[in-house]
């Protein structure tokens, strides 16, 4: 069998897994439905956008968060309505890297336009770091981040996420846990945070690579964050956090990738395993450790998962 043949059987496959998603984006379609009650509650709805946001374009913004400034990218989609309220999605960058890679990874600008979500990339710096002080400092901005995109925009306060890469996906978990009253679900990448103690249950994506030569597959130092379990360690953690019952279900979804879906959860609980390195699944851009990333368009998997688990 040559090369582009398997190229196009793979991608058929992921095509069908994405179709059918394994845990029910079908039948939990109505719920994935822009709300409609309260619209005049919601301090964003109807009107205009602010100054310099247009539409179908990224740029970046400004505020002050306990004195100090700190910036993200904002890009509203191309087809925003200011009465009709629309999922956010938080986009966190890695250690070292920024937001404009962060979208280029993820390709999420174009998504959403075509899938009509706002997106939000905040800026960590040279990384999100994870001291007592830093946590607390990172989830005052963030907190103060959406607390501004809903006085500005037209935010469904039910179907916010947060997804990120790395270090961001650390932060992504991290907030999972410690801001469940603002996030619906969150997509890790390249990296998970260890639930810590008293973590309530939220739905949870995640993706890892077992050539991750920076967040090793099978645990180890990190630098910056210090020791990991391992991707299937900390993923059986958060299974306990969301309630799930026994091992999870393996399926190979491609030649190189395999689908860990926890059975029996309170929250949807789904981890993805790949051949890759310390990349973003499907993505055209080769960050992290240089490799080739995986056959697996992490980013479409990452919405349909967020558009099946709004809040309650």
Not at 148 to 177: E, H, T
Not at 198 to 210: D, K, R, T, Y
């Amino acid at each position: 069998m040559n090369s582009k043949r398997r190229v196009r059987e793979d991608v058929a496959i992921v095509a069908v897994a994405v179709a059918g998603l394994w845990y029910g984006c079908a039948a939990a379609a109505d719920s994935a439905q822009p709300t409609t009650e309260g619209i005049a509650a919601l301090p964003g709805c109807g009107a205009a956008l602010p100054a310099g946001v247009i539409a179908g374009t990224t740029g970046s913004r400004t505020l002050v968060v306990d004195g100090s400034q700190r910036s993200y990218l904002l890009h509203v989609p191309a087809g925003y309505d200011k009465d009709k309220p629309a999922p956010l999605v938080l986009n966190f960058h890695g250690f070292m890297s920024n937001p404009e890679t962060q979208n280029a990874a993820s390709g999420f600008g174009a998504m959403s336009d075509r899938e009509g979500f706002i997106l939000a990339t905040p800026d960590g710096g040279i990384g999100w770091r994870f001291a007592q002080s830093a946590r607390d400092t990172n989830t005052a901005f963030v907190r103060e981040l959406v607390a501004n995109l809903r006085a500005d925009l037209c935010v469904d306060p039910k179907r916010i996420y947060a997804a990120g890469k790395s270090q961001g996906g650390f932060m992504s978990s991290w907030l999972g846990c410690k801001a469940p009253d603002l996030f619906a679900a969150i997509a890790p990448v390249s990296g998970i945070y260890e639930p810590p103690a008293g973590c309530a249950p939220i739905p949870i994506i995640e993706f890892h690579g077992s050539a991750d030569s920076m967040v090793p597959f099978g645990g180890g130092h990190i630098l910056v964050l210090g020791n990991f379990p391992g991707a299937v360690a900390v993923m059986d953690e958060w299974a306990r956090v969301n309630g799930c019952g026994g091992a999870p279900k393996i399926e190979q979804v491609t030649p190189h990738v395999r689908r860990a879906t926890y059975n029996d959860c309170k929250a949807a609980t789904v981890q993805y395993l790949t051949d890759a390195g310390h990349t973003w699944p499907g993505s055209p851009v080769k960050e992290g450790d240089k490799t080739t990333p995986a056959d697996l368009p992490a980013s479409q998997l990452i919405w349909e998962f967020f558009k099946a688990n709004p809040k309650p």
